[in-house]
């Protein structure tokens, strides 16, 4: 997989929000489930998950659109209304930026996929690893490593 130069900075479709990101992400992911594919607008969502301390919000103020907790919040341009990132409630240690916000999308090749249950039929990805729903928590250590050795 190619190693891009950091940091990797990025806009939603207006160019109001800038983001950057200044390490790799620790996976990827297609998310297949109805809320993502109605945020998106698309078959499923891509995102990197980006060590909290490597993501930066460089311009702008995104604003909550879409899910406004209380498990998770979404982010979006307050102009463009592009949806840019999520933070998860408990889980701190990571942001889920949207990989195709970046100049270089490098990482939006989902590594895993989920809530295949909901997926819809014609609907494919290369992802090397596919969950009807989430990956159980004990799995996530082997795929970060695998995820990491894979880069």
């Known amino acids: 997989m190619e190693r891009p130069d950091y940091p990797l900075a990025g806009t939603c479709r207006c160019g109001a929000v800038a983001i950057e990101i200044s390490a790799d992400p620790i996976m990827t992911a297609a998310c297949h489930c109805r809320g993502c594919q109605q945020m998106a607008a698309s078959a499923f969502s891509l995102t990197a998950m980006v060590p909290s301390p490597a993501f930066r919000v460089t311009k702008g103020e995104p604003v909550k659109g879409g899910i406004k907790g209380p498990e998770l919040d979404h982010y979006c341009c307050p102009d463009c209304h592009s949806w840019m990132f999520t933070r998860i409630k408990g889980m701190d240690a990571f942001v889920n930026v949207r990989p195709t916000m970046f100049d270089n999308p ?35 250590p082997k795929l970060m490593a695998e995820f990491a050795d894979a880069r």
């Open 106 to 140: 490098v990482w939006s090749r989902p590594f895993i996929e989920t809530m295949t249950a909901e997926k819809l039929d014609w609907a494919t990805t290369p992802a090397r690893h596919s969950y009807t729903g989430f990956p159980p928590v004990e799995d996530y």
